[in-house]
């Protein structure tokens, strides 16, 4: 059993901001998601794309404010249930709730904050009719641990940023790449396509265009995969492959949390946003674009604002007998689980007599 002060569900940007607003109040964190790595959509989907809505940053890549994020969180130690969907929550006789994951992995926590953007993400399944037959067999929608693939063929398939990326991380781990994708053109960071031109070239990703895989083979476990050029059935061709990986994107959906007896309005979850973005369950806050009330704008930056606002509610919660006075950083400092601080100087100033 984890337990913990406050138990995050989704690890994109508002659930990690708010492990930085939960520090400064002393409260203990722990973030559940999906998918393998922190960050939501802006790890996963487009790392690589330029947001320009930040506060004080005029233009900053995506992926480049998840590592701002986990840099500012690191002092507070949060802890991470990574590769796992929450499923179910049960609340206790002390107001507690006990949340289990598709893992089976528990945790226990008096708050429980959802802060899981558009809901849990689920992989764009390529219309294969055998291809759940091979899922964990060879079939993998997202890699979780790049080692698994170590000196193995891999084929993998799609067009974005995530395809690219991971046929460039991979070229130099397998023991084969194959990267296919049904046009010549790609919809990835533009450094990224030319990597992967560079690496086809040189041999070390087979690059195979105007092409899908369109079959899958294998006693028991993947051996190979169909290959069919131009959408033509004449021109198909089978490879040999240990993994074949498919990524096209995650298709959101709120998931198992649906059922959780929360008020849902348009898929989304419906919060008191006049005073801390509780849900309709005492203990339960919903914030980001995972939230719903008059007047909503899907932003990071205001998922930011909720996530300020919820900590407050929450410490109250946790703390009923306890009066928190707020603090400017700029006069309090930050002070970490890690014995880490930081303050601002302070001058001297010396008095003439």
Known sequence: MIKTDMLIIGAGPTGLFAVFEAGLLKLKCHLIDALPQPGGQCSEIYPKKPIYDIPAFPEILAGDLVDNLMEQIRPFEPGFTLGERAETIEKLEDGS????TSEGTRHQAPVVVIAGG??????RKPPIPNISKYENNGVAYMIKEPEDYRNKRVVIAGGGDSALDWAIYLSEVASEVSLV????EFRGALDSVEKVSELSKIGKINLITQAEVVGLNGEGALESVVIRHNGNASEEEVKETDYFIPLFGLSPKLGPIANWGLE?????I?????YDYQTNVPGIYAIGDVNTY????KLILCGFHEA???????????FPDKKYVMKYTTVSGVNGFDGSKKE???EVVKSIN
């Open 270 to 274: 419906k919060v008191d946003n006049s």
């Open 181 to 184: 994708h049904r046009r010549n």
């Open 97 to 100: 709730f006990i949340v289990t």
């Open 118 to 123: 558009l809901g849990s993400f689920e992989p």
């Open 264 to 268: 849902i309005e348009k898929n989304a």
């Open 344 to 346: 601002a100087k302070r």
């Open 308 to 318: 300020a606002i919820m900590c407050q509610s929450a410490y109250q919660r946790i």
């Open 294 to 297: 008059p007047g909503k704008l």
